[in-house]
């Protein structure tokens, strides 16, 4: 089993910034794609960002030009850098990562959240 774990989130301003950490551990095969998606009360979950074991990144339009996601593929970790915090942004967020995973196929684990809130 592949289990995720964040950390990083908390209590900001708005304008301020946050950076956030998650880490797989356990039996890992190969990490494929790792992303970040939030889910603010209310609301269903929605992506914020994804990257490839070859970095290559995708962001929702509304966090791109403020979110900066990244990963260290020696550590199987994934961050995601906030700047610009607004009171949209508000959500508890949720580490994704995947692998293909012989001979089961692709699986797909979930971390535990984070809450992230914004608040003057």
């Known amino acids: 089993q592949v289990q995720l774990v964040e950390s990083g989130g908390g209590l900001v301003q708005p304008g301020g910034s946050l950076r956030l950490s998650c880490a797989a551990s356990g039996n890992i095969f190969s990490i494929n794609d790792m992303g970040w998606y939030r889910q603010a009360s209310g609301k269903q979950r929605e992506l914020v960002a994804t990257?490839?074991?070859?970095?290559?990144?995708n962001y929702a339009g509304s966090v791109r030009g403020r979110f900066t996601i990244s990963r260290d593929n020696a550590k199987n970790t994934v961050y995601l850098q906030m700047n610009s915090l607004n009171f949209e942004d508000t959500a508890v967020y949720y580490c994704?990562?995947?692998?293909?995973?012989?001979?089961?196929?692709?699986?797909?684990?979930w971390g535990q959240g984070t809450q992230v809130t914004v608040s003057s």
């Open positions: 994704h990562a995947d692998e293909n995973r012989p001979p089961t196929g692709w699986m797909d684990y």
């Open positions: 990257i490839t074991r070859g970095e290559m990144t």
